[in-house]
């Protein structure tokens, strides 16, 4: 039984679900395989998260690498290969609650930079689980700046082979997944040292655990990290070396080479590297980043029409909160936000496909650009949504605090995102670095890579609104972020050039700069997404209602950005004051003509209730019931209160005679 | 500090290696020492009492805050002497231990909604408490899960047929003795949360519970043996309570940022991390302007929020006494700025936590950093005692009112007294335009005048919108309704003003001239900070020029650089205990590394050599592959 609130909400869409769900899956038939894949998986209980929020650090580590091993078993059984249609919506079905995703990182890792003998030997036993892999890359002093690592791999020509070392605490292996407990192997990266002669940081396959008992190998200590926010089911670990010894051959060296002799010796191209961190980043952002923020805005939009509160009108029952318009503007941007990234994604997408495929021919030129991309938008993004599932998470009140409505979850683990795979600031310099260059190449007159060629077109010029209906028009809005955008990076180039010129160092004139690169960065990045999604709604079929309302949410997206953004577009006054309460009315209009097709707008996202596992979000609306029923399942319920005996008891009775 | 921090008895395992049920315990244990300690050592000032409390359980919350911060206090103000005869000593000698039930699953900010309900039955003169729907089950109440033995319980009253609206009870919930629940109560746990672990929030479902008439707190309103209702005589009093409360919000708000600050400036001292000048070792990060474009504005947040928190309390203090003498003159001003501080301050500082977690980096995330429990143990504050954007609309309401006032042609009065001028600048209409040129933005007493144009004209322009939408249609909630988002920013530019006022007030105040050297460095960059935030404003009312905004942002980086090297002492001068800041980040010595690596070798994870998992799946998967 639907709860009333939520099934009138359903009522009155404006569009048909079903084809929106299509159309974000790219497709009825990949809805279907889909949800086969989600059913297939949580019908097994084998997979179930039902407890999830009862258990400790130690029951969650233990249930993902039950889960880890299970999937083998279940993948063998409905015939779903790594290869195949299903392997994308495993892990959505699973919710990331799942060990040993660092050995498939450990796979790729040698795949991608290990030789063809090398593959031949490893990859086998890993697909077998005959060993277990992860990625020892980031230490405990140091992170995003590679080349500070302190990890030494000297090589001893005596006896061909490496010798590892740990020099310092700070060298410390740190963080990576799996290792805490599970690997059996791992890949660390150390400087390598021939002859006394250091060639930087190279990559190497090193055994820590014994393939028979699982105990640590001579020289290793390892362990796991401690708890964190989240991710209790990853056993993050720590990896100490002392004078361990590799064999010659465990040196990944597709690139290079140390031979018999310490000759070093390097071959082919090491760009290919560079493209396998930007795939991670492009890869990370559908499962990690937008799906968690489509959970959150469904469980917080469900939940927004069947909580009620206070009165708007006088006599009246009390209203769903997400009527109040301070409630559809915490909760309504980030829907639309939602959809924006969802169709940036697909862009970025397809992009990294053309570009491994130029790649693959040897033609590394998009090189640069897809780098820029990779880092801008994985930082823009994950800064964007963990930003959103907070609001979302603070937009459900007192409940929005209690684990069992899904919210705090979902938020301690995609806030991590803004961390792992670089650190979003210094992405987004890398991505300024880019626009800078390109900015300069474009103002003499160079050639630069399509997606920046606006750089090229500065014109002052205002804005040609004349009524807020103007702001509704994409070109309008379109104009005015590329102008915003061109601003920012072409005053910052200026001021960048004035330094240099007054005589200041290059790097301290960087660092000078750096807030605003950070923000001509980001600019770029929302032009982007603001000019895709208006882009993508041109293309969208018009039958069934949605090209409507997605152009009502790309506008929302798009004025949302100015609206909260009031002064970089007022600033040299391409927007004047009048025009911007003009977008502010603009602006407010349509959270109210979104508000009503809200709920069919999380329903197409087309989240089981097990996938949310929420009791404020399913997708019956029977909040308070699923709350009270799940509260009672809580250990703290379960057991006797051993606190009453030992403390409470002899504080309510005993000790009265001593106070 | 030091009775506490050297005490063996409140020492015990990291909390971060404990689950829900032993935090539980180690919370209960330490209160229970507490209490007898207390007693032990003759502390009996509320302030003193404050003070020990937050050391013992260094600042985090724990299961008897309810009994002594809500329970005791009704008890005080609303129980007659009668009732304080039978319960207060109990209760202050804790065979009675009490929690404050007011909140229910489906109603917590608009008091008026809740459903429980109290019936009079003169026949037995009882009430008679019923939870009707399950919505109506109390739901959240601190040390109601598992600790407390009664609650006070707001209910609707019904007497002779008519309800009459909330009313306090007392209730008892569990057996003396066997502490089992009483017939007819349903009582327990309401589950985990984010943060809160050592705190038994909890439920309570009521089934014709029957409680002797003598249980109603009767101090104001009363229901006689008949039935016969007698009303209270004024509610403008409970005011008093509130504005007390959000006061301590405020006040947590500049302590939990302090807090952070403090672990991430250090431990962005101690970090090392790529490089700024070719060729050199890597600098402290700290070194990056990026870095201290995230720090240091938060840093003087932080000591902007504790004037104002320190201003608010001094305020309540001094108009306290106002109030007993009958004076409520000033309550509904104080009531408005404190509701709108409690939001800004504590949206603002939720913010500032997590800046400062990611200005951690990866070990940020760690719970070793604490910020992690800082972040949980603060950001629910956003929602209790009133959700943050309900209090942004009361502050409005006021502003409105005021505006409302002046262009009647009343004059008003305190901080809203800026609304005065709007009236003057209808009669000049350059006034504002004419104020442009003067904005110094180097004198914090120019930037508190560019604070005030700003709200006052939001205040105006929401006030307007108001009216248009009044004029359109009928209903003045809709049109509430369709203003609000306005209202908020007018709330929030008011509230800002208020902030860069008070801290610029202070700047004066202080003797030492290097301090407040340094000071007026962090209320320039607090003032300077937000107009580069919401340029916007400014440059929409025509406060300041485009060249001053340009002119703003460089000296904003200006300020980061000669902040920078009094970063590390003006956090060291927050001076919290190593054992207080609970970080391995954040230690006084800086020795981050060595102590990360000490900390983790105690997980639980850690326990065993070989994980029990390696028997159990991996090696039978081994095995069969």
Redesign the interface.
Known sequence: RVNPDLASERQTASFSVEKLTAQLDGGAEHTRIRRAVVEAIECDPEFSRENQ??Q???ER??AA??KA?HL?KKMHEMGWTESGPEFKYIYRALSGDVAFLLHRIFMRSISVLGSDKQIAKWIPLAT???L?GSYAQ?E??????LQ?LETTAVFDITTQEFILNTPK??A?K??PGDM???ATHTVVFAQLYVHGKCYGVHPFIVQIRSLQ????CPGITA???????NFEHV?NG?LMLQNVRVPRENMLNKFCEVQPDGTYVRRGSQKINYFTMTTVRISLIADEVIIPLMKACTIAIRYSVV????????GEQ?AKIL?????Q??LLPPLAAAYAFHFINDYLQELFERGYREIQRKNFDTLPELHAFSSGFKAMVTQYCTSAV?IC??AC????????SG??SL??KI??S???EG????LL?QTARFLVKCFMAASAGQSVPPSVTYLAAVKPGKCPAKNKSDFLIPDIYIEAYQHTAVRLISSTAAKLQDLIQSGV?K??AW??????L?QAAKAHCHYITVKNFAETVEKLETKAGIQKIMKHLCDLFALHGIFS?????????YIS?AQ?DMV?ASY?DLL?IIRKDAVPLVDAFDFTDKSLNSALGSYDGQV??R??E????????K?I????E????????N??S?? | EALVVNDPDFQHEDLNFLSRSQRYEQAIRKSSLMVMKLREYGIADPEEIYWFKSFVHRGRPEPLDLHLGMFLPTLLTQATPEQQDRFFMPAWNLEIIGTYAQTEMGHGTHLRGLETTATYDPATQEFILNSPTVTSIKWWPGGLGKTSNHAIVLAQLYTQGQCKGLHAFIVPIRQLGTHEPLPGITVGDIGPKFGYDEMDNGYLKMDNFRIPRENMLMKYAQVEPDGTYVKPLSDKLTYGTMVFIRSLIVGDSARSLSRACTIAIRYSAVRHQSELKPGEPEPQILDYQTQQYKLFPLLATAYAFHFVGAYIKDTYRRISGDISEGDLSELPELHALTAGLKAFTSWTANAGIEECRMACGGHGYSRCSGIPDIYVTFTPSCTYEGENTVMMLQTARFLVKSYTQVSSGQRVTGTVSYLNDLSRQRIQPQHVAARTVTVRINDPVSLVEAYKARASRLVEAAAKNLQAELNHRKSKEDAWNRTSVDLVRASEAHCHYVVVKLFAAKLPEISNAAVRAVMTELCLLYALYGISKNTGDFLQAGILTNAQITQVNQHVKELLAIIRPNAVALVDAFDFHDAHLGSVLGRYDGNVYENMFEWAKKSPLNKTEVHESFHKHLKPMQAKL
């Open positions: 929020y009862f400790s650090q130690n580590y233990e690498v039950r091993v083998q077998q689980f005959q277990i980031t405990l002093g140091h992170g995003t700046y500070g605490i700070s410390m740190w963080w805490g407990r599970s008992d699982h105990s640590l362990g796991d990290i401690g708890p964190k926010m056993d720590y909580r009620r509160q206070s009165k708007l009108k006088p009390e009527d109040y318009q301070t409630q503007e915490k907070e998470l603070r009140g007192g409940h929005g605090y209690s684990l069992l919210l705090p938020y301690t806030l991590a803004c961390i792992y650190e979003n600031t210094i310099l160092k790097h301290d660092n000078q700069c750096t807030v605003q950070v953004n009031t002064g970089v577009f007022l600033h040299d006054g004051g911007m502010t407010l109210a308070y019931q709350l009270y799940w509260a009672q399942k809580s250990p703290t319920n057991q209160n051993p606190a009453y030992r403390y409470l008891k002899p504080l309510l009775h000790t009265l001593k106070l």
